[in-house]
C-alpha cells in the first residue's frame, strides 16, 4: 500500500474559513473528499502535512517511500497515473506549480524541519488534465466534474441498489442507488450529471432533484426539496428547501424551507428555519468576498457567489445573508436584517450589535452536538478551537481587534 502525504501550501490560507479546522485535503468536492480521492485513485493512505495545531488531530506518518502531493490538487485518472509510476526523487510539476513527488524518510523530515533536500528531476505534466481547489468557490465552480470523476470511480463493474417504483427517473443509467438508501415518490433528472445516493441515506417524498447531486452516506433530503445540481450534500447532514450548485462539507443541517445557492457549508452547522442568502448582485457585476490574505474585500471573479460558513455556525429563523457573505467558525447570527459580509470567528449577534462566543460556551454546545452523533468531543478537537479562538481574535473588532472590517455593501440582491 503506498504512503501518500498530502501537505498545506499558499492555497491553506486562501481557503479560510474552511481550513481552519481541517488540513486543506480533508475538504469536500463532489462526493468524496480529497483525501478520498488519492487514496482510491493511488490504493495507499493518506496522512498530512499540517498547520501545528492542527498536527495532533491530523498526524503525518512517514515510511521509506513516500508520495508527497500538493493537497488542494483533485487527481483524475491520467494525473494518478504519472503520480504512481514516479521514481525515487522524481518530482511532477505543471509549469513553475509543485504537484507531486516520490521521496525517501529523510526527505521528509528535511523539509518538515524547513531544511534543504536534493535536487529533485522535475517532470512536466505536459496538459494532464487536474483540478485544483485555490479558493473556497472552487469547490462548487468544480463540483460538477469532481461528482462525474467520483461517479465512475466508485460504480464502475457495481450494479445499482433496486429503485423503487414510486419514483420518477430520467436517464436511469446515471442514478446509482448504494445499499440501505431510501429514495420514495421523488423525481430525478440526470440528463445534466449523475445522481449518487450514499449508503443509509434519505431522499423523502416529494423531492425534485436535477443532476448533477450526491447525497453522501447517512444525509437526508427533507420532504419537497428543490435541487439545482451541481450540488452535494455531505454525510450525516439534513437539507431540504431551495438548493443550487453548492456543497456542504458534512453534519450540518437545513432541514426547513429557504434559498441556498452556489455556497460552501462546513460541518456541524445548523440553519434556522427560511434562512436564505443571494448569490447574484442585481447589477451583474462581479462579487466581492473577504479576503484572509489581505484582510479586505477582494472581487472573486465571480458572477455567482453565495455564502462560505465555517464550521460550527449557527442562524436563527429567517436569517439573510448578502451576497458573497462570510463567516468565520463558532458564529452565531440571528437578528432583523443583513449582517455584515464579514462575520468573525466566535461571533455571538447579528447587525445590531456583536459580542465574543466565549470558549466555554462554545465548548458546551459542541459537546452536545458531538453526541447527537456519536463522536468524542476530547481535548484534541478543545485544543484546535482554542487555537482558532486565539488566531482570530483580531478580527473581533469590539475587543480592539486591529483587522480592517466594513459592511461591504452591494447594490441590491436577488437569488438565482
Avoid at 33 to 56: C, H, M, P
Avoid at 161 to 188: D, M
Avoid at 232 to 257: C, M, Q, W
Avoid at 305 to 316: E, F, I, P, S
Wanted: hydrophobic share 35%.
Amino acid at each position: 500500500m503506498k504512503n501518500i502525504i498530502l501537505f498545506d501550501n499558499e492555497a491553506r490560507e486562501q481557503l479560510l474559513p474552511l481550513t481552519f479546522t481541517r488540513p486543506v485535503g480533508e475538504l469536500r468536492v463532489g462526493i468524496l473528499t480529497i483525501r478520498e480521492k488519492w487514496e482510491k485513485n493511488l490504493s495507499g493512505k493518506v496522512s498530512f502535512l499540517t498547520q501545528d495545531y492542527l498536527a495532533k488531530k491530523y498526524p503525518i506518518h512517514i515510511e521509506a517511500e513516500n508520495y508527497i502531493i500538493d493537497g488542494s490538487v483533485i487527481p483524475t485518472p491520467e494525473l494518478a497515473k504519472l503520480v504512481s509510476q514516479l521514481d525515487l526523487n522524481e518530482a511532477l510539476m505543471d509549469g513553475e506549480d509543485f504537484i507531486a513527488a516520490k521521496v525517501t524518510k529523510a526527505q521528509i523530515e528535511h523539509l518538515m524541519n524547513n531544511e534543504a533536500i536534493d535536487a529533485l528531476v522535475g517532470l512536466d505534466i505536459e496538459g494532464t488534465p487536474f483540478l485544483k481547489i485555490r479558493r473556497p468557490w472552487d469547490l462548487f465552480r468544480y463540483n460538477k466534474t469532481a461528482i462525474e470523476l467520483d461517479f465512475v470511480a466508485l460504480t464502475k463493474h457495481r450494479n445499482s441498489a433496486p429503485i423503487s417504483s414510486t419514483n420518477t427517473i430520467i436517464n436511469r443509467h446515471q442514478v446509482f442507488i448504494e445499499e440501505g438508501a431510501k429514495v420514495e415518490c421523488s423525481i430525478l433528472n440526470a440528463t445534466d450529471g449523475p445522481i449518487y445516493i450514499g449508503k443509509n441515506a434519505e431522499v423523502m417524498e416529494g423531492c425534485m432533484i436535477r443532476g448533477a447531486f450526491s447525497l453522501c452516506d447517512n444525509a437526508t433530503l427533507k420532504m419537497g426539496a428543490k435541487i439545482y445540481g451541481p450540488t452535494t450534500i455531505g454525510p450525516h447532514s439534513k437539507f431540504g428547501g431551495e438548493i443550487k450548485n453548492s456543497v456542504v462539507l458534512g453534519y450540518s443541517n437545513k432541514a426547513h424551507d429557504g434559498y441556498l445557492g452556489n455556497s460552501v457549508i462546513g460541518e456541524w452547522c445548523n440553519m434556522g428555519a427560511c434562512t436564505s442568502n443571494s448569490n447574484m448582485k442585481n447589477n451583474y457585476s462581479m462579487v466581492k468576498v473577504w479576503d484572509y490574505e489581505t484582510e479586505d474585500y477582494q472581487s472573486s471573479g465571480q458572477q455567482f457567489c453565495g455564502l462560505v460558513m465555517g464550521d460550527h455556525t449557527k442562524t436563527g429563523i429567517n436569517t439573510m445573508f448578502n451576497t458573497g457573505t462570510v463567516t468565520g467558525i463558532f458564529t452565531n447570527i440571528f437578528g432583523a436584517g443583513f449582517p455584515n459580509k464579514f462575520i468573525p470567528s466566535f461571533t455571538w449577534g447579528g447587525v445590531e450589535t456583536s459580542e465574543t462566543y466565549q470558549l466555554e460556551k462554545a465548548f458546551q454546545v459542541a459537546d452536545k452536538v458531538y453526541q447527537r452523533r456519536n463522536k468524542p468531543f476530547d481535548q484534541v478537537e478543545k485544543d484546535i478551537i482554542k487555537a482558532i479562538f486565539e488566531q482570530t481574535e483580531k478580527y473581533r473588532k469590539w475587543e480592539g481587534g486591529a483587522a480592517k472590517i466594513t459592511k461591504e455593501q452591494s447594490v441590491t440582491f436577488s437569488n438565482s
